[in-house]
């Protein structure tokens, strides 16, 4: 896990986690961009999911003292965020029929739910 604790690391995230999401999953090309920056706003603390040396679009955010999990579900064509981890309760998803206000309410309330 790479702690992205500066500007530079989130963009670099940022920019890996859209390209892999214009190549495997168009189906959240339009919300990851509003996702990923209102973790970026809300959480306390995000790491990203490193394999072979580069970053891979998934993470982790702790919102208080409640860790989560997220990335693209491609059974579901998804972005989903768990409990905990990978196998975690689902807690949230989102894909291009999601609203931005409606992302960046239930990403803000991660951290008041529990």
Do not use: C
């Not at 963009?11 to 495997?24: E, P």
């Not at 189906?27 to 920056?37: G, K, L, Q, S």
Request: net charge positive; aromatic share 8%; proline share 4%.
């Amino acid at each position: 896990m790479l702690h992205l604790n500066t500007p530079a690391k989130q963009r670099q995230f940022a920019a890996q986690a859209i390209k892999r999401v214009r190549h495997h999953a168009p189906n959240v090309e339009e919300i990851a961009p509003v996702v990923i920056r209102a973790v970026f706003d809300h959480a306390d603390s995000v790491y990203g999911h490193q394999y072979a040396g580069g970053l891979t679009g998934s993470g982790w955010a702790e919102f208080g003292e409640r860790r989560v999990w997220g990335g693209y579900n491609r059974n579901l064509k998804q972005i989903e965020f768990r409990e905990e981890s990978r196998r975690g309760k689902p807690i949230a998803r989102f894909d291009n029929d999601s609203s931005r206000s409606e992302v960046e309410r239930q990403i803000r309330g991660l951290k008041r739910r529990g």
